[in-house]
Every structure is written in C-alpha cells, then in structure tokens.
C-alpha cells in the first residue's frame, strides 16, 4: 500500500509540474530538463506556487495539514509560496453514518442511544481529522443539555502515519537533491509537523487544553470557553457544551445582532495578548472557523487541538520587544536579541538596530488596513538571516497566530491601531513581574520548598563534603581535636595560674593587713 501511496506522490509531483522546485545545478540540473522534455504535454500555465497548493489538495488531509504548516515558516518558504498556501482549505466531505455510529458505540462500549437522544447524523461541520455532530445528551449529572459531539475519522491516524512516513522519504531527497537542503532542516520540519498532527488525534489531549483555557477565563468577561463534559469525552471522541453564537466572519449577522464591532476588534486584540503573557497559553489555530462571537457581544472559541505555550524566557524576551518597539526604541530591540542568544555575541548592535529600525518605523501609526504583518514578517526573517539569527521553533505557532490575527482585524476593523490596545496588557504584565508584588509572589511560590530544603542544608553538607574528600575532612576534625586539647591544656595552666596569682595576693592581705 505504501509503494502505490508513494507512486501515487510522485505521479502528482509530475503531473503538476513541482520538478520546477528542483535546482538548475548539475546536481539534479538534467533531471529537471528531462522532465521537462518527456512530460512537455502537462498543463503549466498556472504559477508555480498555485500549482503546488492544487498538487497538496489532490494528495488528501495530511499533506493539506502539512501545506498549512508551512505556511506559516517564511524562514524557510518564500514569500509567493506562503501567500498560495495560506489559501488551504481543510475541508473534506464527512464520513458515513454508520461509521459515525460504529465509532460511537466502539468508544461507549454500548448503544450511542444510551448516551445521547436527538443525535443529529448530519455533521455540522467536516475537516481532515474530524467531524461534529450535535446532540443532547440523555441521562447524569448533563442531562438535557446540548451537546457539540466531535468524532475522530475512522482509520485516519493509519493513513496519517503512512503518510508522514513517506514525507520523511521525501525530506531526505529535499537534503540530498537541493543545495540548501540542510538549512531548511527538512527532517525537523517533518518531526515537529508529525508531532502535531498525532496530538490533534487526541480528543482528550484537546478536551484538556480547552479546560485550561476555560481556566484562565474563568470571568468569561472577553472570552467563553465551551465547558468540557468529562464523563462522556474519550481518546477518539470530544464532547463539549454547544454554544449559540455568530461566526466571526459573518459581519452582516454581527451588525443585525446590535454587536459593536468595533470593541469585538479591540478585545480581540486584548484576548490575544492576555493569552500570550499572561498565561503563556494560546489558542494557536484562529482561523474564523474556529471563532465565534456570543448574542452578547463575548467570543467564544473552539477546536483546541492546537494551542501554544511559552518558556519563562521566551515571555521576557517578547515582551521586552514589544515594548521596545511600540516604545520606538529600536537598540533596546537589538540588544534583547543579543542578550537572548538569537544572534552571535560578535554582532555590531548598532548595525542590527538600524537594520531592525528600517523594518519597523514605517508601520507607526498606520491603521491595520495601510500594515501586512506578513509582508513585516518576511522583512524581519531577511534581516535575521543577514545578522546569522536563529529561528526559534517554540515561536511558530505565535507567528501562525499573529497573521491569523491580522487577516481577524482587517475584517472588522480596519481602522484599529493595534499598539494602544496591546501596551496596557503588556505594562500590567511587566509591573507583575518586577518589584515588591513579584518578591511577595516568588516568596509564597518557593516557601514549601525552602521549609523542605533548610533544615536539611547541614546535613547534606556534611555528606557532600564526605563524598568530595573524606581523607582531607578525616584529616581536618583530627587537627581540630588536637588543637583543642592543647587549647583545653594552656587553659588549665592558666586557670592554675590565676588561682595562684588571687591566693598570693589573698595571703599578703592578710599578713600585712593584720599588721
């Protein structure tokens, strides 16, 4: 099956005319010529990276998933590729009905009837990995209650792994064939999308993820999260509250609900940086089939396979560049760079400043209709490749985020400045974690492990200093002990001596006091 699978591959390779992507070098330089020669009849007329989004169409869900991930690496794809790919589209036609209910009793262990009653058969929404049903759910503690049910393709995770099996085959060829092969580090590219991918398998993985995420907006003030409903969620089945909103793109029912679409933006914004700095914590797939907005006014989100989170240091170092740069202070940028290691210690910062500062100081005050972010994006990965930096992994998913973000504020609201929204959240942030509040805070975090440590300091000096040099220690408390005897013999002495000394004095007293 996997050598028809892979003949399969390289047919639409061909067919859509991707040995274009092959180098002119001698290396592969003839094979590309005799491509072009013997297969002179394909249809070319469409640019090369159209062709390549068709040609991931045509070879079904997992390489779509993996074209979306690569979208979103302009340090690794130019620019007219990642603008082709951004228009993947992860919609497929939905499984049959008596899959959906074979899975469902598979993953009870009974009758899906006993579970749920008015269980709609026809999704309501269907992509790669899977599809979502509505129902209500029959008996418990939820009895009732509405029910969005989202159910795994059956044999997916089969194909999947297939799949990315073959696209590691093809990443050795990448490495091999193109003279930057090894830059673009195809393998990694493959792993970390493999990693991904599996986890989205994981219905109780997302199920957890959007628990937290409910968490950390408990207030539900700018974001509702859909409540999870444990007892019926399994690894192959997620089932969740149904919520009764607006899709974020469907301006014209925003405006007929009274919504004021101009504070949905501004907290959108908010509810982005929150995530990020407060929580470290972000829903990292935000496309408008994802979002949703409440009769109230509120968001609301879904689908939280993919969610992003942030080391310590990766916190400190974007939050001091945002404030840096909205701040305008461009040598702060370069030096945060530095000092976090993205770029080697030798880098003139005065070079990288300018470089950086010719980037960003003509998107201020702009609205986000006169701003591409990733058009700044494609900018910024030039002059870091100038100056050597490291693309730092952990850091995808926020670029995937922001541009989603961006493609967000453009649809409601043009007009909004992003920088006066943002600067506040970033400020409250900063203030968290300097002075007093963030002593007291530590202090209370460390406390149980400070009441564990101390009184065990003693004596796990003395073993540390038996196992470094337990000779030299020996040697040590002998020296000590003989020095105290001889400390404990002049002592004596003197004690003698004193006592002579008052005895003496005492006599003469008495002798000639009596004269």
């Known amino acids: 099956m996997r050598l028809i699978r892979f003949l399969k591959i390289f047919y639409v390779i061909f067919a859509y005319g991707l040995d274009e992507f092959l180098p002119s070098g001698k290396r592969v330089g003839w094979l590309r010529t005799f491509c072009r020669a013997l297969l002179f009849w394909r249809p070319l007329g469409r640019p090369r990276a159209a062709r390549l989004r068709l040609a991931l169409e045509r070879l079904g869900p997992t390489f779509v998933k993996f074209g979306q991930l690569l979208s979103v690496r302009p340090d690794l794809i130019p620019a007219d590729i990642i603008a082709e790919l951004t228009k993947l589209q992860d919609r497929v036609p939905p499984f ?10 598979a993953a009870y262990g009974e009758p899906y009837t006993q579970i749920f009653r008015d269980f709609n058969l026809t999704p309501v929404a269907s992509a790669s990995i899977a599809q979502v049903h509505f129902a209500i759910i029959a008996g418990g503690k939820e009895a009732g209650r509405e029910a969005a049910i989202k159910i795994v393709r059956p044999k997916i995770e089969f194909a999947i792994r297939d799949d990315v099996a073959l696209l590691k085959v093809l990443a050795v060829l990448v490495e091999k064939l193109l003279p930057d092969g090894k830059r673009l580090r195809p393998h990694d590219v493959v792993r970390e999308f493999e990693t991904t991918i599996l986890d989205e398998l994981d219905m109780i993985r997302e199920a957890a993820n959007g628990s937290q ?3 950390n907006f408990a207030d539900g003030r700018l974001l509702y999260v859909p409540e999870m409903f444990w007892d019926y969620c399994r690894k192959k089945v997620l089932v969740m509250e149904r919520i009764d909103a607006i899709p974020v793109n469907d301006v014209a029912q925003l405006q007929k609900h009274n919504i004021d679409i101009k504070r949905l933006s501004r907290d959108g914004v908010e509810i982005f940086f929150t995530q990020v700095f407060r929580d470290a914590f972000f829903h990292a797939d935000m496309h408008p089939g994802n979002i949703f907005v409440l009769r109230d006014g509120r968001y609301s989100g879904i689908d939280f396979g993919i969610m992003g989170s942030l080391a310590e240091r990766d916190k400190q170092y974007l939050a001091q560049n945002f404030m840096a740069f909205f701040d305008r202070d461009y040598g702060r940028v370069a030096r945060a760079h530095v000092e976090a290691g993205w770029v080697p210690k030798n880098t003139r910062v005065d070079e990288f400043e300018g470089a950086i500062r010719s980037v960003c100081e003509p998107i201020f005050g702009k609205p986000i209709k006169d701003i591409s972010f ?18 730092q992994p952990q850091l995808v998913l926020l670029q995937k985020t922001l541009l989603q973000i961006e493609g967000l504020g453009r649809q409601l609201d043009p007009d909004l400045d992003i920088i006066p929204i943002a600067k506040p959240v970033l400020k409250r942030w900063m203030r968290d974690q300097i002075g007093w509040r963030a002593l007291v805070r530590n202090i ?12 065990q300091l003693p004596r796990l000096a003395r073993s540390y200093l038996d196992r470094q040099a337990p000779s030299a220690l020996e040697t040590y408390f002998t020296k000590l002990e003989r020095e105290h005897r001889a400390l404990k013999r002049w002592i004596y002495i003197l004690v003698a001596l004193l006592g002579a000394t008052v005895a003496l004095q005492l006599g003469r007293w008495f002798l000639f006091g009596a004269l």
């Open 444 to 455: 209370k975090e460390e406390a149980p492990l400070w009441a564990t440590i101390l009184p």
């Open 96 to 105: 049959a009905e008596h899959e959906v209910t074979a899975a469902l009793n």
């Open 374 to 391: 990733g058009n700044l994006l494609l900018r910024l990965f030039d002059v870091s490749r100038r100056f050597k930096m490291e693309i």
């Open 213 to 215: 995420l409910r968490r």
